[in-house]
């Protein structure tokens, strides 16, 4: 049989497990909710940048686009066998 000291010394350290145990979880859901704050705001970088980069491909794009239809008015206007298609000619709205 265990005494009363035994006894009481046993109930404390049930007492105080269950505490550290609830500090722990504390602690380990403190760090989790870190790590998803960090992952969230990289996800937001990386949201960024992938919009940057999508108007960046549509934005040339465009740009080529815009200049087959000025390669276009311009072989129109100077037909080949003429002899004046200049083929270094760059071929943007400022030089058309």
């Given at each position: 049989m265990a005494t009363w000291q035994e006894r009481c010394a046993l109930a404390e350290r049930q007492e105080k497990e269950p505490s550290s145990r609830v500090s722990s979880i504390q602690l380990e859901l403190s760090a989790l909710k870190d790590q998803l704050n960090k992952e969230g705001?990289?996800?937001?970088?990386l949201k960024k940048e992938l919009q940057e980069c999508q108007d960046y491909v549509i934005e040339?794009?465009?740009q080529g686009f815009s200049k087959a239809l000025d390669?276009?008015?311009?072989?129109y206007q100077n037909p080949l066998n003429k002899g004046k298609f200049d083929t270094r000619k760059r071929f943007t709205k400022e030089s058309s």
């Open positions: 705001q990289e996800r937001s970088r040339q794009h465009d390669q276009t008015t311009y072989l």
